[in-house]
């Protein structure tokens, strides 16, 4: 029988998860050597599908070729036997092994361990020449960068027989430079004859890489297209069934004065290291203010300080004519009454409380105000009665506020949290991830308000992990490396390229460092 | 009936229902095995906790005790804690109550010396939770390992005070001298009889209703004040506490602080209400029985007062087995009360999934 050339191919595929039914009779098939993007909304179905090419689930119903061959895995083993490798969005390592140790996890051979240690050896070698992947083998997982890891997840794969390679996500945690680096492998598997599929929700990527490109929405797969044959709008809106503005309208800043000033900071995290140094920066009325950086740079754990939940070691900010400093640290309770509102970058650790009901999730930072307390009564039906008021103003479906936090979607449990926030008229706004894990429709609805709060002169200090993001809603944006401040810029002179290398400022210096010592 | 509705009665009732059913079951193979007639023996368990006026006294009495300790353990596990030291607590909490009786003026009024005799209760009781709870808080010592400590150091300490201090003169048990009639709750019967009703006396006291005063409190505080939000936010996360504004050190001191108090509510029931001296162990078993309360009655207080009541019924019921069986000994109330924590603790959630499929099956 002659070899198609279809790598994979799913004929209605069918699966439900209780009442969800995440996969509708899904088709798709992928050609060998090529790279197949998948994109869709959170929830649309896509990690669902993969996961059932990988063995973690199970289809209800359908068909599932895996190079011509009948193919129905339930367990990852079988999956690898099949030649399917798959790279999760968070990386399947055990940290303070070395890349050889982890690479042979999992398939260590015999009672002694040595022997497959150096057939891995001779083997990697080999790929990593075959396909550009050159990783130091000896080295703990732990101490390499985001990007080598991931290359190594790849390796991981190649090594265990991968002839299609599903990643999740890729480049979330990448910079700019590192996620080009990446697409120049995949470029070179593809030469190679691997196949790969790009699960993802950027589309600039989609159109950078991909050959080919299949839209899911609501567990249905809507569209199939060649890459050269569309454009983002049109994958946009195939998305989420209508159109929407990418790039959102909004008029000029009218900037006021500083109201939060930062000097010289210096601030430990929860395990007492120094992650930021050094950093100042202003705050003005009217304006948003971008902190750009890939993550773990110090972003979060100077939005943490400016809460007030992490103490500061050194230096001062100044809010609404309060100083706080080591001396004079002020708790987060102190600051929104001081009128900063946060809403945290960890949603569903901090911003929300899931066994609470929908308005005690509303009630969080906000339980000692004398409007719903009557001395020591604290009332329930003004509880309710401002949750409900506050989840009309967003929106936030269903509008239930004895509705458990855990059973809104994302994007309205999100909702919650920034009505809560907003809607307490503060001065200051201190935003993590705005819509890290939402939908569209409620991406485009969040990033207005936001704009919408700074037009009425608040001031606001944004940080996301998209840089996208940053650059669509600020007036300025301030980049951070290793702790530091890198560059300050005027979004309307951001680009891409200019704030990616101000977020390697690190790798390039350690570069540098590094070759002064040889 | 909404789904969420169907999962909370679900929660609520069925599970704890089949849990205790389960360890009665489990009890009746037990008494198979030691050649015992489980249905003769629940008859006569029964009848002894309900059958007569006495039995009834006394299982109200010990429904009483069962309730502070249940309740103790319940405020603390809302903050996140597990408070294995209501037995001491209960313990040191009796001193208190005990040193008001002792040395205050005897000629003050009853409506006087009860109420400080509570106070003293609540604030021994607190103050042995609070050096766990700092350690916990502050010096990261696991609260579990350092309430079981004080327990045996509670122990220790009574064992000192009545043998050294409080022992009554020319008396060789260790035991203080009688309160005074002023610091004495009255019986239930005494009240009855009052009214011109006849019952058999019983140790049943009105502390009974301060149990039931103290449920309904700390059901308003939880749920119904701030500082009852502060504490179920912080042991549902701790960084949304802090985010909040809530500092998490402070609410475990505080809240160990009235799990304490709690549970040193049993000297009032027991030195006030029924022996009217102070005695070593009165407060046997109760810290941990409360545990087993606590657990069945998941953590509220309607739960607790019935779980509370199961408890008694199981003490007095089964010193009447024991009494009426030979083959049976005291001892099968603690193997009662082990497979009633083992099933309605340890094995909490055995029959939810079953029971989500039959009654509350997600709709498709």
Redesign the interface.
Known sequence: MAKSNIAIELTDVDK?F??VHANDKVSLSVKTGTIHGIVGENGAGKSTLMSILYGFYQADSGQIKVFDKEFRATSSKQSIEAGIGMVHQHFMFVDNFTVLENVILGSEGGALISESLGKARIELTRLAKEYGLEVELDVAVEELSVGMQQRVEILKGLYKGAKVLILDEPTGVLTPQESDELFRIFEALKNQGVTIILITHKLREIMDITDHVSVMRAGKMVAHRETNKTNPEELAELMIGRKVLLNIEKSKANIGKPVLVAKNLEIDNEQGLKRVSNVSFEARSGEILGIAGVTGNGQGTLLKAL???LPISNGSIEIMGETINSKNPL??????NLGVA?V?E?RQ????????TAS?TA???Y??DKNI?HG???K?SSVKANCESIMEAFDVRPTNPD??SS?FSGGNQQKLILAREFERDPEVLIIGQPTRGVDIGAIEFIRKRIIDMRDAGKAIILISVELEEIMSISDRIIVMCDGEITGTVDASDADEATLGMMMANALISQEKSNEAQL | MTRDRRLSWINGLLLPLFNVLTAFLATAVVFILINVNPIEATKILIYGAFGYEEGIGYTLYYTTNFIFTGLAVAVAFHAGLFNIGGEGQAYIGGLGTALVALYIDPTLSAWLIIPLGIFGGLLFGAMWAIIPAYLQAYRGSHIVITTIMFNFLASALMVYLLVHVLREMGQMSPQSKDFPDSAWIPFVHEVFAGMGIKIAQSPLNLSIFIALIFSALVWFFLWHTRWGFAIRATGKSNDAAVYSGINPKKIIVVTMCISGALAGLVGINELMGVQHRLLLDFNYGYGFGGIAVALMGRNHPIGIIIAALLFGILYQGGMDLAFEMQNVSRHIIVVMQGLVILFCGGLEYLYRPILIRFLAPIET
């Open positions: 439900h209780g009442a809460a007030g939940i708790n987060p309770q102190q600051l929104r946060h945290p960890d650790r901090m911003g929300m409380i899931s066994d609470f005690e009630l969080l930072g339980h000692n307390n020591v009564w604290l329930r509705l458990k059973n």
